[in-house]
């Protein structure tokens, strides 16, 4: 159904004030002529690849050497090359404050609160190079974290990039054979792990855990304390050390930044998906950096001493995307724990008190807050925020339409999509173009972005994957222990030659925006037409007798039908009454081909640790077949809920 009026608009003094524009206005002069428009300024973007990103290098004044190439082969994907004569150190960059203004602000749930100032970070991260140092850690070496969302690790972070050490980090939940799955495969120089962390209220002890993925994978152990209890793991592990004693022997001095290459790698992180060991994706520092920059200074706005906040963990590209801000002179807000302990205004009262200017989250988020009946418009003083971003999985139309109705009717919603591939967004906001409801804006600047169809043809206002067809600065430098690059060019490349194929089923709308409609290889195929599960979760999920669904195509009858799963309210049961009425709300909002030919109750549905339901995984058990990176999962045992039904049987 096409809208036909935006349920955000930017006035034109609002738009005049936007970095955005201002970076826009800025370009045109550099290079001479005017843009009509965004629009116009997003095609040359493209165009000029070069001019494009060498702008954005000096409008953010990057720290280090530019080079006097900034792009080589440009027109082959996998040969290109930005900044190929560049130097730089990311550590630098990102420290880019000084003084006793809040770096980083910190909530352990209700456990712990702490703040960090420039000068408490840049101290730390110095003390902390010097460490690694001594330890014989250098370029190319790996430092893999278990870690909670809290300073400490940003610091972690920063010391091992200061030295062109490589970063890889996950979340302490992550289970022992989830831990060595990711950092098995990447042979860290040291491991470092929390002592403990604390969810819904409850402290979780890792000490079983942190011992044997420490002896597995034969790397000094460093442990940093949040529960109170890193000395006495400490001692139960041969050659461990505590982090307090680890920088002890080091006063803070001046940080020494190795220059580095723009593609020297910087992060590895890891695919979430069940159907095997995780990818060891590699981002380079220069891309990274830059694609960041572009995305928190012009498409969020951020600017200085502003307060940056994202609900994410470590083990999702989100918090790699996070602690980027400092670049830009950001006040990182961090949090770690559940979001709805003691109750779901905990974020809200977070970004009340501390005045947050972006408040960052998933789509599941939205949609509990507004199935809990909060309306954090009436109950929290947000006079502050001026940006809501959304990633994680599709926002729905009524999620939309919530976010203005619940938490604030004059806020820049921007829905985000991209991924842990590009360590960024592909299709994002922008702040100077009106929000439609149901629509990401639009993609982002540098970036040629298309939706095509199975034949390699450009679509319009019509399903299709959603492709890249032009280099970028974020494209993974590598697979880890991918020495062809076989395992790359099959991850993006295998279905178009040259053309970086996304694996999201989009589509362009009339307003310029996109719509993902769910992952390509969980769109369901019944009688040969392609259907994307977010249209099906649009309309069953805005059903108040249902909590959440799960949609798989399950093979049949040599063909497909289309099952849906849902988890339903407390006290509702699944009667005749409740099945027609989840048919018929498909039928009418969707169309009469996304209605399943089975609709089943379950009492959980499995999700990875960022939140993101796993249709495949699902697929696989109802088709009897393995599922083999079930570490990746919150709560794999839900997966058990879906093997053998007797109701698939017929």
């Known amino acids: 159904m096409q809208e036909d009026k935006p349920l955000w608009a930017p006035s034109d003094a609002f738009i005049r004030q936007t970095p955005m524009y201002q970076f826009m206005q800025w370009s045109a002069e550099r290079i001479g002529r005017e843009f009509a428009d965004y629009d116009d300024f997003h095609a040359w973007s493209i165009k000029d690849r070069a001019g494009f990103w060498s702008a954005v290098w000096d409008y953010c004044s990057v720290k280090g050497d530019k080079g006097d190439v900034v792009l080589e082969n440009g027109d082959i994907m996998l040969e290109a090359r930005f900044f190929p004569k560049a130097k730089l150190n990311f550590a630098e960059n990102l420290l880019s404050g000084s003084g006793d203004g809040d770096a980083i602000i910190f909530r352990g749930e209700d456990k712990a609160e702490d703040r960090w100032s420039w000068?408490?970070?840049?101290?730390?991260?110095?003390?902390?190079?010097?460490?690694?140092?001594?330890?014989?850690?250098?370029?190319?070496?790996?430092?893999a974290a278990m870690m909670p969302n809290m300073p400490e690790t940003v610091a972690l972070m920063l010391a091992a990039a200061s030295l062109g050490a490589i970063w890889s980090s996950c979340s302490p939940d992550f289970g022992e054979q989830g831990v060595l799955d990711r950092f098995g495969q990447i042979e860290p120089k040291l491991f470092i792990a929390v002592d403990g962390y604390w969810y819904n209220g409850k402290k979780q002890d890792v000490a079983e855990k942190v011992k044997a993925v420490s002896a597995k994978l034969g790397s000094p152990l460093v442990v940093v304390t949040y529960a109170g209890d890193a000395e006495a793991l400490a001692a139960a592990v041969p050659g461990a050390s505590t982090l307090a004693n680890l920088v002890a022997p080091y006063e803070a001095k001046a940080i020494e930044f190795v220059p580095l290459p723009f593609s020297h790698p910087l992060y590895i992180l890891f695919s979430s998906?069940?159907?095997?060991?995780?990818?060891?994706?590699?981002?380079?520092?220069?891309?990274?950096?830059?694609?960041?920059?572009?995305?928190?200074?012009?498409?969020?706005?951020?600017?200085?001493?502003?307060?940056?906040?994202?609900?994410?963990?470590?083990?999702?590209?989100?918090?790699?995307?996070?602690?980027?801000?400092?670049?830009?002179?950001?006040?990182?807000?961090?949090?770690?724990?559940?979001?709805?302990?003691?109750?779901?205004?905990?974020?809200?009262?977070?970004?009340?008190?501390?005045?947050?200017?972006?408040?960052?989250?998933?789509?599941?988020?939205?949609?509990?807050?507004?199935?809990?009946?909060?309306?954090?418009?009436?109950?929290?003083?947000?006079?502050?925020?001026?940006?809501?971003?959304?990633?994680?999985?599709?926002?729905?139309?009524?999620?939309?339409?919530?976010?203005?109705?619940?938490?604030?009717?004059?806020?820049?919603?921007?829905?985000?999509?991209?991924?842990?591939?590009?360590?960024?967004?592909?299709?994002?906001g922008n702040p100077v173009k009106p929000v439609w409801r149901g629509e990401?804006?639009?993609?982002?600047?540098?970036?040629?972005?298309?939706?095509?169809?199975?034949?390699?043809?450009?679509?319009?206002?019509?399903?299709?994957?959603?492709?890249?067809?032009?280099?970028?600065?974020?494209?993974?430098?590598?697979?880890?222990?991918?020495?062809?690059?076989?395992?790359?060019?099959?991850?993006?490349?295998?279905?178009?030659?040259?053309?970086?194929?996304?694996?999201?089923?989009?589509?362009?709308?009339?307003?310029?925006?996109?719509?993902?409609?769910?992952?390509?290889?969980?769109?369901?195929?019944?009688?040969?037409?392609?259907?994307?599960?977010?249209?099906?979760?649009?309309?069953?999920?805005?059903?108040?007798?249902?909590?959440?669904?799960?949609?798989?195509?399950?093979?049949?009858?040599?063909?497909?039908?289309?099952?849906?799963?849902?988890?339903?309210?407390?006290?509702?049961?699944?009667?005749?009454?409740?099945?027609?009425a989840i048919k018929t709300r498909i039928r009418v909002g969707a169309s009469p081909r996304h209605v399943p030919a089975k609709v089943i109750v379950v009492a959980d549905i499995p999700r990875t640790k960022s939140g993101k339901i796993v249709e495949l995984a699902v697929r696989e058990v109802v088709h009897g077949r393995p599922v083999k990176n079930k570490e990746a999962l919150a709560n794999p045992e839900a997966l058990e809920l879906f093997a053998g039904l007797a109701d698939l049987q017929s």
């Open 119 to 143: 000068d408490r970070l840049t101290s730390a991260v110095s003390r902390l190079q010097q460490a690694f140092r001594a330890r014989g850690i250098g370029e190319g070496d790996r430092i």
């Open 273 to 428: 998906g069940t159907t095997g060991v995780p990818k060891c994706i590699v981002h380079s520092a220069g891309g990274t950096l830059l694609q960041h920059l572009k995305e928190h200074r012009f498409h969020c706005g951020l600017q200085e001493a502003e307060k940056l906040f994202y609900f994410t963990t470590c083990g999702w590209m989100m918090w790699n995307w996070l602690v980027s801000g400092l670049a830009s002179g950001a006040t990182l807000c961090l949090y770690d724990g559940s979001p709805f302990h003691p109750d779901g205004n905990i974020l809200f009262n977070y970004a009340e008190e501390e005045r947050f200017a972006i408040f960052g989250t998933s789509a599941k988020f939205i949609d509990a807050v507004r199935k809990g009946g909060l309306t954090p418009k009436t109950t929290h003083d947000l006079s502050s925020l001026r940006l809501i971003t959304s990633t994680g999985s599709p926002l729905s139309p009524e999620g939309f339409t919530f976010v203005y109705e619940g938490i604030k009717a004059d806020v820049h919603l921007a829905s985000i999509s991209g991924g842990t591939d590009i360590v960024s967004c592909f299709v994002l």
């Open 440 to 580: 990401i804006q639009g993609p982002g600047l540098g970036l040629a972005v298309d939706v095509w169809d199975d034949e390699g043809h450009p679509v319009r206002e019509e399903k299709g994957e959603l492709v890249c067809t032009k280099a970028f600065p974020s494209m993974p430098v590598m697979f880890w222990n991918d020495p062809d690059g076989a395992k790359y060019r099959a991850a993006y490349f295998e279905r178009f030659d040259n053309i970086w194929c996304h694996g999201d089923f989009a589509e362009w709308t009339a307003h310029g925006g996109l719509i993902i409609h769910g992952r390509s290889d969980a769109t369901l195929n019944p009688g040969g037409v392609r259907i994307g599960t977010a249209e099906i979760y649009n309309q069953v999920e805005q059903m108040e007798e249902v909590l959440e669904a799960l949609c798989i195509g399950q093979e049949w009858d040599d063909d497909v039908r289309v099952v849906l799963f849902v988890r339903l309210a407390a006290g509702r049961s699944l009667d005749d009454a409740l099945e027609k």
